[in-house]
């Protein structure tokens, strides 16, 4: 007998956990929402979406590297979306001094990371001559491939990633509202970038295992950007990020279950509703004469500057 949403919310919920297989989904949804919110909440402030677009297709090469290497698909991903981060920040998105590129500048080198990268997975395909298996899956998501194993690596990801984050949080905030300001206070902005990418990378990699690789930015973008247009303080907008991820993740995923369909539809359009009321109560806010929704530049104190 197929699952299905009855009125009886409690019996959902309880029919929901009893397998171990869904109990797996949801902590992973919920290492995932965490680690995404807090990444791209970072990554909504800086503009570098494109970047994380980018990052977000290195399944298609890490998984046809990993076939070919004879090794899992995750850890391929994880390796690709850490070397194009690395190349993101060697080439596209920052200059060869201290302040970042032009914005023309940065997308170009983007853009041809993301090109070498899809042509090096069509290398690799070729090279494989077989087919990779649970495509669908790979990019629309699922909660059927949560094992045990993976639930533990997508935390000891999430917490390498939480950790260098706020290791670096002040400064890179400094960095990202005027970084000309922060390269004159001695903020070694391209570094503060590099490292930066490089745990979005993670972010990415793991945020995928959940909602697969197209639809990575239902957790990467929508709560961040939602959260931003509702509030202007940066620890509340930051907070609500990581509530609205958990709530996108958990309905996402619970909706699957009792349907037909992959896990990353549901996510990804929970995600886009709640992003359009939030931009509509950002509107109605903004026509009543309230505050408009707007991060401050945060100056590091001493000591706090990444050396």
Known sequence: MSPHLGPNVAQDVSE?????????????????????????????LRAEAFAGHTLSVMAFPGASAAALAGIPAAWGYYAACALAALAIGRTGSLR?????????????????????ALAAGFLFLSLYGGVLGDLESDLF???????????ITLLVVGAAVLAVLAAIARPLVFASV???VAAAHGVRVRALGSVFLLALGLAV?????????LLVFSLLVGPAASAQALTSRPLASLVLTVALG????????????????PAGFFIATASCLVYVLARLLAGLRSRRGGPRARLPAAEPAPGEVLA
């Open 205 to 213: 990699a793991a945020a995928s295992q959940v909602t697969g690789a």
């Open 246 to 261: 958990l709530i996108v993740a958990w309905v996402g995923l619970g909706v699957s279950y009792f349907s037909t369909y």
């Open 16 to 44: 929901l956990v009893e397998y171990h297989f869904m109990v797996n989904a949801l902590l992973a949804g919920a290492i995932v929402a965490v680690t995404a919110g807090v990444a791209g909440w970072l990554m909504v």
């Open 178 to 180: 005027d970084p000309d």
């Open 141 to 151: 998501g699922t909660f059927l491939g949560v094992s045990d194993e993976r639930l």
């Open 96 to 116: 060869g001094g201290r302040t970042p590129a032009p914005r023309g500048e940065a997308a170009a080198g983007i853009a041809l990371v993301q090109a070498a």
